[in-house]
């Protein structure tokens, strides 16, 4: 297909070019030169590739408008077939649903009763909402079987993609790995203003990925190796289809994007068939929209983590083909260094918190990974830092589209800092655990405390020896001020003085750090709420949480 030849020189590509801050014109000039050959489509002609499902009216991921009557989600078995897991959220409102698409607008009620229908305990976490403890679903209190638990709480949130999965401390690695997931589309009057000004419909023109290395036909298994590394699967789905494709018009398309692996971390790019990589507009994250679009090359993104991309199509010719890929990285495990015998030197911390669990969780012996086996320890046959086809855009129909993409997409002040003061948290691996400032997770304490309406700026280290934590603060969004001392990978992304990637602009709940690296953020603990409430803070690899790199925080 000749037509391919067509899309890298094509004026939408001059398009992006324009207004690039020197750093980035870099950036994109380095990274439209192909490393790794990639001339061929993973997932081969049409015939092997299945249409991406998206949120529709009902079933898999359907949309549901919350209002004032309260919506009932249960947690349970997925009926067979469905493909999601073994488990899913369920609910039914003109329609029955699976893992659906919860849309409510900022400062409208949000109300669901949490059923639980499992055979274990469960909680729901509303991720990245800054609501109160009792609404957060934190892990402090949990759902029996057969019990239910009410949320009521108005949404405080800016527009944007959050999420919701289970949090109870053990088992949350577990629960969202056999199919407890599901999203959150917050609407205000910028995102309002984004789908006026690019004529974007949700489910054709706005598509949301849901990234998954999960296998629906396993259930989960843990392991001590496992605990260290983080859990891998060997496919990434999107929205639960391995080799998707969507077929596509000559225009602007959306993609809301989270990474819902429980440990994976992700450098999504796009390119051509013939291998051609081409940049993107940034628009959004886990915060909501940026003030303004960034041109990116490539993004990493972690465990819980949000983007929100503009892909222009404009100039693309009937025909050609864009892949949505996840490109080769190092995915720096210097925990690999550590000796072997420390994964082993301590109990699987998973066990007895299942009880009647399967063998697989009752201390079977430890896989001999870790040092050994790097591949089996992070990856088996599909290795973390590999590259993986995630997503086929398919042009297909020559469409008059004659919108641009506003220069301002939303207000956003910078966090004033003034008087903050800085809490230093480091991340480690001692004794066999992952930990934040040398201790490990414990129900109940709060080893930080904070005084409410202040800001503090938060100085993540990681220790060199160390893997890349997505490190999550539940209540409270926060502003990536700066990263310090960061690998070539990430400092060569780069787009400002202060090091951020355009993925740390605007307001963030999750904040990957890598090996070596230091990043400050700065949290505003502005709170509405009467009397002390309490949140975790923890590395979103699931694994890890699960295994208590995470502190309780008391706000007051
Ligand atoms: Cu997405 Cu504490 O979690
Ligand atoms: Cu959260
Ligand atoms: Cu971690």
Not at 242 to 271: E, F, K, P, Q
Not at 319 to 336: I, K, S
Not at 431 to 459: C, H, K, Q, Y
Not at 467 to 473: C, E, G, K, S, Y
Request: proline fraction near 7%; aromatic fraction near 6%; include cysteine.
């Amino acid at each position: 297909m000749s037509s391919h030849q067509r899309l890298p020189r094509s004026p939408a590509r001059r398009r992006l070019l324009q207004g690039l801050t020197g750093a980035c014109a870099l950036a994109l000039a380095r990274a439209s030169r192909p490393d790794d050959a990639h001339a061929d489509l993973v997932c081969g002609n049409a015939g092997s590739t299945q249409p991406l499902p998206q949120p529709g009216a009902s079933g898999f991921l359907g949309r549901i408008r919350l209002d004032a009557t309260p919506l009932v989600l249960r947690a349970g078995a997925a009926p067979p077939g469905s493909g999601v897991g073994a488990l899913a959220y369920q609910a039914a409102r003109k329609g029955t649903f699976l893992n659906p698409t919860l849309v409510v607008r900022k400062g409208d009620p949000f109300r669901v009763v949490l059923d639980n229908a499992l055979d274990q305990a469960t909680i729901v976490h509303w991720h990245g909402f800054a609501v109160d403890t009792r609404n957060d679903g934190g892990g402090s209190v949990l759902a029996a079987p057969g019990e239910r638990y009410d949320y009521a709480f108005d949404v405080r949130n800016r527009g944007g993609l959050y999420w919701y999965h289970p949090h109870p401390h053990g088992s949350s690695a577990r629960q969202l790995h056999d199919g407890l997931y599901g999203l959150i589309d917050v609407e205000d009057d910028d995102t309002d203003a984004l789908r006026r000004a690019l004529d974007l419909t949700p489910g054709s023109t706005e598509l949301m990925l849901v990234l998954r290395d999960q296998d629906p036909a396993r259930r989960y298994a843990s392991s001590v190796a496992q605990s260290v590394h983080g859990f891998y699967g060997d496919a990434l789905r999107v929205n639960g289809v391995a080799c998707a494709h969507a077929d596509v018009g000559t225009r602007l398309y959306r993609l809301r994007i989270l990474n819902a692996c429980n440990a994976r971390t992700l450098l999504l790019g796009l390119r051509t068939a013939s291998g051609e990589r081409i940049a993107f507009q940034v628009i959004g994250n886990d915060g909501g929209l940026l003030p303004a679009p960034v041109v990116c090359a490539a993004a990493f993104l972690a465990s819980a983590e949000r983007l929100d991309i503009l892909v222009d199509l404009r100039d693309a010719a009937i025909g050609d083909t864009l892949v949505l890929e996840t490109r080769a990285f190092d995915p720096m495990h210097a925990e690999l260094a550590l000796p072997a015998a420390a994964a082993a030197d301590e109990p699987d911390p998973h066990a007895g918190h299942h009880a009647g669990g399967t063998a697989a969780t009752s201390g079977a012996p430890p896989p001999a990974t870790s040092a050994a086996d790097p591949h089996a320890a992070h990856g088996g046959a599909w290795p973390e830092g590999a590259a993986r086809d995630i997503l086929q855009l398919r042009v297909r129909t020559r469409v008059a589209y004659d919108r641009t993409v506003p220069a301002q997409l939303s207000t956003l002040a910078p966090t004033d800092v003034t008087g903050a003061e800085e809490r230093p948290l480091r991340l480690g691996y001692k004794s066999g655990r992952w930990r934040i400032n040398d201790r490990v997770f414990v129900m109940g304490e709060t080893p930080i405390e904070v005084a409410r309406d202040t800001t503090e700026i938060w100085l993540l280290r990681n220790y060199f020896t160390s893997m890349p934590h997505a490190m999550h603060l539940h209540g409270f969004p926060f502003e990536v001020l700066e990263r310090e001392t960061s690998p070539d990978q990430v400092k060569s992304r780069a787009i400002d003085r202060q090091g951020r990637l355009p993925s740390d602009l605007g307001r963030k709940d999750t904040v990957l750090v890598w090996p070596g690296e230091s990043v400050r953020v700065a949290v505003r603990f502005d709170m509405p709420f009467a009397g002390a409430q309490t949140y975790p803070f923890h590395c979103h690899n699931l694994e890890h949480e699960d295994a208590g790199m995470m502190l309780g925080v008391k706000v007051a």
